[in-house]
C-alpha cells in the first residue's frame, strides 16, 4: 500500500510512504533527488504488478506522472500536455489513466 503526503505549511516536505502489511513505512518516496524526482505535489497514485509506484505530481513549474519503480531511480513518465493531474489507474492491457482536472479530461498513455 502507498500513500501521498502533500507536505504542510509547518515544514513536512511532500512524498510517498510505501507501508507494508503491518503499516509501517518501508520506502518513502519524491524526498532525495538520487532515488528519483522530487514531489512537488502528489495526488493520485498507483502501484503495478511489479510494485512501481506511479504518481500524479503538479505544483507551479511541473505537472507530470513519475515512476519510482520497486528498484532502482525514478523517472518522469508523461510531461507533456498536463494541467493538474489528480487521479491515475492502471488498466490490464498496459495504458494508464490519469484526469487532468484543469484539462477537464481524461488521457490515457501507453504504460508498458
Known sequence: MAVSERGNETGRVPCIRVLEPGWNTIRILGVCSGLGPIL??????????DGDVLVADWGK?????????????GWPLVTDNLSSPRGLALLPDGHVVVSDSMNHCIKIYHYK
Open 40 to 49: 512537488t505535489c502528489p495526488w493520485g497514485l498507483c502501484i503495478d504488478s
Open 61 to 73: 513549474q511541473h505537472h507530470r506522472v513519475l515512476i519510482y519503480p520497486s528498484k532502482g531511480v
